[in-house]
């Protein structure tokens, strides 16, 4: 449907210039005179003019504003709940049975991966193990000797430090079996393998495979990326001037690609700092499942604001131009060749919250409040006029 207000403001857009030209014919030099040049932010209408574009006048009101502030985001995860899997000392893949999008619970086997590193490791583990019984019972049976004058005390120094070696080495071993997959307790001389199994960190879906049989993989290449959905988080982008609107606690309503079905969240951290681009980022978790909302999604999101006192105008009375927002103020009456003319001001301001045909405006520092007649009916038809301006000049 076509808004009336902007209907007004083209028919009279399209009046002006007609009724407020010169009249035809040739002027004498003696009723030339030279053209007022009024500065870029004022606006000149006579009396006439006034009472065709409907102008009223009245005051910047303070009033109780709640409303919705719109925003938009995007649906991101937490990394405790996003995994990259990578198998430290590489591998061939021997097999995976995996396709993106498959559902995976924490634990569950992803690849198997053969090396023959893997056979080397175990065999120094348990080689390394076995000495280490060794050198752990010589150190005791020469620790009792020491004690009874029996044994050196450079001798027994020799036997202790071959144990901690020992001990260290197999520890770091034992480190390493784990670092693959392999649990050193359950490790014997029967069970060497040349395969290891991969498993899955986390519970979630597959958001990316990037191996398949036969093929190598490195220590830092990526062989699958998983996603636990189940707690989501919005990562929403305010501007500067709406940055003491939000604040942990509030609910917001958001939705995601064209969809109607709104769906909930709860804000619960707000940023700390403004970034280069005047921005200021808040965070809310997702409340309950939602089965179409995914990780990387942007969303449109509506926080519903709490009541503050705030300086509202008309929403009729503030306009936009070339990406900015003004209004018009009374500035003094004024006769020119026997005729009556008002000049208008143009004031940028800042719109904030919109609620029951009102809208919050935030006004320039100095700005006279008691004193100011703001343009309250009409506001389009002197943007219009301002537009005009060299069309209607006489």
Do not use: W
């Given at each position: ?51 065709l ?18 925003v ?24 995976t ?55 050196s ?9 071959d ?17 693959i ?12 393998s ?41 990562e929403?982008t ?18 995601i ?25 808040v ?44 209004i ?25 919250l919109a ?7 935030i ?23 301002k ?8």
């Open positions: 449907m076509i808004n009336l207000k902007n209907i007004a403001a083209i028919l009279i857009s399209m009046l002006f210039p007609a009724l407020f030209s010169c009249s035809g014919g040739t002027k004498s030099t003696e009723e030339k005179k030279e053209t007022e040049v009024l500065p870029e932010n004022i606006v000149e209408l006579r009396a006439d003019q006034i009472k574009a409907k102008i009223e006048t009245g005051q910047i009101e303070t009033r109780t504003m709640s409303g919705k502030l719109k938009s985001g995007i649906v991101a995860v937490a990394p405790q709940n996003m995994a990259t899997v990578c198998m430290p000392m590489g591998g061939f893949v021997k097999s049975t995996l396709m993106p999008g498959n559902v995976v619970q924490k634990g569950q086997t992803m690849a198997i991966l053969e090396n023959q590193e893997f056979v080397d490791i175990q065999q120094n583990f348990l080689e390394a193990k076995n000495k280490l019984e060794f050198a752990e019972a010589d150190f005791k049976r020469h620790s009792e000797l020491y004690k009874n004058d029996v044994y005390a450079q001798n027994l120094q020799q036997v202790t430090s144990y901690k070696n020992l001990k260290a080495q197999v520890r770091a071993l034992e480190q390493k079996l784990t670092l997959g392999i649990n050193p307790a359950n490790l014997h001389e029967d069970d060497i040349s395969s290891v199994a991969v498993v899955s960190p986390i519970s979630g879906f597959v958001k990316t495979v990037n191996i398949n049989i036969g093929k190598y993989v490195g220590p830092a290449d990526v062989m699958f990326e998983v996603v636990n959905s189940d707690k989501l988080f919005l929403l305010l501007f500067e001037k709406d940055a003491d609107k939000a604040f942990a606690g509030q609910k917001i309503g958001f939705f690609n064209n969809e109607t079905e709104k769906h909930d969240a709860v804000i619960y951290q707000t940023g700390k700092s403004i970034s280069s681009d005047k921005t200021y980022q965070y809310a978790s997702v409340q309950g499942t939602c089965k179409n909302v995914l990780p990387g999604m942007y969303v449109n999101a509506l926080i519903e604001t709490s009541g503050n006192q705030a300086t509202v105008l008309p929403s009729d009375a503030v306009v936009s131009f070339d990406d900015k927002d003004y018009f103020v009374f500035d003094k009456n004024k006769m020119e060749s026997g005729k009556e003319f008002t000049e208008y001001r143009m004031v940028e301001v800042r719109k904030g609620d029951a045909g009102f809208v919050e405006v006004l320039p520092e100095g700005f006279d409040l008691q004193a100011a007649k703001v343009v309250t009916k009409g506001a389009y038809s002197l943007l219009s006029a537009k005009n301006a060299g069309e209607m000049a006489c």
